[in-house]
C-alpha cells in the first residue's frame, strides 16, 4: 500500500467521523452520529482499497502467502457473526476519556445527567435571582411551570459539556432557556458533587 493511498484512506476517515459527528451533535445524538462516520469512512476506505489492490502492483512483503491464508483472515472476521448488530452499552466510546485532562469537564454523559433531572421533577429549584419554579419532563422536553417554553435535553447535553458555571451567562451562549439550565445543573440534587 503506498504512502499517498494511506495518507487519503486517513483524510477519508477521518473527514467522515468529523461529518457524522457534526451531524450527530446537531440532531442531539453525538455518539450514534460519531459511530455512523466512522463506519463509513471505513467501508469506503476499505472499498477503495479493493479497487485500487487490483490496479496497484503489491509488493512481496504485503502480499498474503497463499489464498488459504485470506480465507483464515475472512472466517476469523466472521466468526461467530450473524450479520450487523446494534451497539450494546458495554460498546459504547467514553468520548469524555478521549479528550485531554485540561478540557474535560463534567464525567457523566447525559443520559445519566436527565435521569438526576427525570427522578427531580415536580420539586423546586431557583433560579439565580433567586424566582422558585417546577418542571415537567414530557419525552425529551422539561417545561418549567413558570413559562410554557421547552428546553430540549439537547441543551442539556450543550451545556453539560462546559459545567460547572460560576454564573448564568457561563451557560454557552447557544443554549436555549440558560437561567434553568443554570439552576438546574448547578443544583446539588442533579450535581451530586460531580462537577
Known amino acids: 500500500m503506498n504512502e499517498n493511498r494511506v ?3 486517513e483524510n477519508l476517515i477521518g473527514g467522515l467521523t468529523l461529518i457524522g459527528a457534526g451531524l450527530g451533535w446537531l440532531w442531539g445524538e453525538l455518539l450514534p452520529g ?5 463506519g463509513l469512512g471505513l467501508v469506503l476506505s476499505a472499498l477503495r482499497s479493493r479497487k485500487t489492490t487490483n490496479t496497484e502492483p503489491v509488493s512481496s512483503k504485503d502480499a498474503p502467502a497463499s489464498a488459504n491464508e485470506i480465507e ?7 466468526e461467530g457473526s450473524a450479520g450487523w448488530q446494534a451497539p450494546t452499552a458495554s460498546d459504547k466510546v467514553d ?7 485540561d478540557l474535560r469537564h463534567s464525567p457523566l454523559d ?7 433531572i427525570l427522578a427531580h421533577q415536580g420539586e423546586v429549584f431557583h433560579q439565580a435571582m433567586g424566582q422558585a419554579f417546577t418542571y415537567q419532563i414530557s419525552g425529551t ?4 411551570d413558570t413559562t410554557k417554553a421547552k428546553i430540549y435535553k439537547s441543551q442539556f447535553a450543550k ?6 458555571f460560576s454564573k448564568v451567562s457561563d451557560v454557552p451562549s447557544g443554549v436555549f432557556g440558560p437561567s434553568y439550565v443554570y439552576a438546574i445543573l448547578m443544583d446539588q440534587r442533579i450535581r451530586q458533587n460531580d462537577w
Not at 460519531?34 to 466512522?38: P, Q, S, T
Not at 468520548?95 to 485532562?101: D, F, K, Q, S
Not at 422536553?141 to 418549567?144: D, E, V, Y
Open 72 to 78: 483464515d483472515e475472512i472466517e476469523d472476521a466472521s
Open 141 to 144: 422536553a422539561l417545561i418549567p
Open 159 to 164: 451545556a453539560l459539556e462546559h459545567v460547572p
Open 34 to 38: 460519531l459511530l455512523i462516520g466512522l
Open 110 to 116: 447525559i443520559e445519566t445527567v436527565w435521569a438526576r
Open 95 to 101: 468520548l469524555e476519556e478521549t479528550r485531554p485532562a
Open 7 to 9: 495518507y487519503a484512506d
